[in-house]
């Protein structure tokens, strides 16, 4: 910047305007410890680093080191790079042995039984292809590649969000920092994304836990290590704890394999979610006051702190709605067909479903995950709803009306039924009026006509 009049005299190594002066943003790069606010930042950044000896300067060659990680170029808007590695050293820190050859084999003979049990109970066939017995390690490797998709556009909205949240003539003058922004951004949910995987490595049971489709297609896997620590306490042999856990696994597998929009859905709301996000400039400029510019570690701190955390809008309210309500019917749907078939043959099953409805409702990996990862806290006490919806369907209509409500979105039961699970769909056609000849394609038909083109008045689209 140049000199104001009777100032200090020009070094020279100040002479470039700050576009971020006056704003929320000069704080961000102040707390770099970069000279000049967003000019020095942007040397930094370029690795020339500060000028040397500057009372009251951080060591920026030690800044560097410890934030050249974070920064590092990346695609998209998070450094899986950097999650990658974060969640990888998060899983380190306790012992991870790889599975024996013997629990290899234990969980697939497992997953085998279960897969013949369930043939019994429900009309959706097996969906497993490949079994696999998982290390945590191995968990975040094979997971990754989903929670890319449901991440990225939650993650693109929010430093969206920062960009925006600069004045506009700030975002004129700021050139190479907004990309700049957009790396931190990156690193941010990298790190934050890295430490909840790390944790939920530790945690989860199988591949589909969480109620989400996370591993390679058809692959239905455990996670030994993980079911050994579960099974302490529960006065349940450990043979009927891989088996049951394996039940859950082989079911979730047949749901995602067989209902082919459920993927797209859940990951929709995820993006609904996203889409609405907005960044209050005004927590960023408080937070920002409370970091130490001569302690890096409290500007990891502060952006793995939620530093840049989203505000619920009612959109995203609502998409919030239908993603609970969407995985609650998965976990449902699951809780009642494993029931079925262990109703007569696993005397301590009435344990196991209460141990792993227990460990839900107190808040399981799911919500730990979400609200970590893009913050949506979810709310697993509607996993009873959904069960009990599901059985008393079945037990009014049989399980092939249960089964066929997966055949269309808009046949699956809303957050409102959730609320009186035991009348959806009471008094409507029987089961064999439902599925039978060509009545139900002809339903189908009409949906998906009525989605695809304009009303008969010439308005849009019916819902």
């Not at 990888?88 to 897969?115: E, I, K």
């Not at 920002?288 to 309210?317: V, W």
């Not at 019917?329 to 078939?341: I, N, P, R, T």
């Not at 979400?370 to 006490?381: K, M, T």
């Amino acid at each position: 910047m140049t000199n104001e009049p009777g100032g200090p005299p020009d070094d020279g190594k100040d002479d470039q305007p700050n576009p971020f002066k006056g704003t929320p943003f000069e704080q961000i790069f102040n707390a770099f410890g970069a000279a000049g606010g967003a000019a020095g930042l942007l040397g930094a950044a370029g690795g020339t680093g500060g000028p040397a000896g500057m009372p009251g300067m951080p060591d920026l060659s030690m800044l560097m080191s410890q934030m050249q990680a974070m920064m590092a170029p990346h695609s998209g808007s998070v450094n899986w790079s950097l999650a990658k590695d974060v969640a990888r050293r998060t899983v380190a820190q306790t012992p991870d042995p790889s599975a024996t050859d013997r629990q290899r084999s234990m969980v697939a003979d497992a997953l085998r039984l279960a897969d013949h049990w369930l043939d019994s109970v429900t009309e959706l066939p097996s969906g497993v292809h490949a079994t696999a017995a998982w290390s945590r390690a191995e968990w975040v490797e094979q997971t990754i590649p989903v929670w890319q998709g449901l991440v990225e556009p939650v993650a693109e909205h929010v430093v969206s969000a920062m960009g925006n949240a600069l004045p506009e003539e700030a975002r004129a003058m700021a050139g190479p920092l907004i990309g700049l922004l957009g790396q931190a951004g990156g690193a941010m949910f990298g790190s934050q994304v890295g430490q909840a995987l790390g944790g939920l490595a530790g945690e989860v049971l199988s591949a589909s836990d969480i109620g989400l489709p996370l591993s390679p297609d058809g692959t239905a896997a455990l996670v030994p290590a993980n079911i050994a620590v579960f099974a302490e306490g529960l006065a349940v042999s450990s043979d009927d704890v891989l088996l049951y856990l394996a039940l859950r696994e082989a079911a979730h597998q047949r749901l995602f394999a067989h209902v082919p929009w459920l993927r797209a859905h859940l990951v929709a709301a995820v993006e609904d979610y996203g889409r609405g996000t907005t960044i209050d400039v005004s927590k960023i400029e408080s937070s920002m006051r409370e970091i130490d510019p001569n302690n890096p570690a409290s500007i990891a701190e502060a952006l793995e702190g939620g530093l840049f955390e989203p505000e619920k809008t009612p959109a995203q309210q609502a998409a919030l709605i239908r993603l609970e309500t969407a995985l609650a019917l998965v976990e449902g749907w699951v809780d009642e067909v494993v029931g079925q078939a262990t109703e007569s043959r696993m005397p301590d099953a009435a344990k196991m479903q209460e141990a792993v409805r227990r460990r839900r409702a107190a808040g399981g990996p799911a919500e730990s995950a979400f609200a970590a990862l893009v913050g949506l806290e979810l709310r697993p006490r509607r996993l009873r709803d959904a069960s009990a919806l599901w059985g008393s369907l079945r037990s009014r209509k049989g399980q092939a009306a249960r089964d066929a409500v997966w055949s269309h979105p808009d046949l699956l039961p809303t957050s409102a039924d959730l609320d009186d699970p035991l009348g959806f769909q009471e008094g409507s056609a029987p089961t064999s009026e439902m599925l039978t000849d060509e009545a139900f394609d002809a339903a189908v038909a009409d949906l998906l006509d009525r989605e695809a083109g304009p009303d008969d008045t010439g308005g849009p689209p019916k819902k």
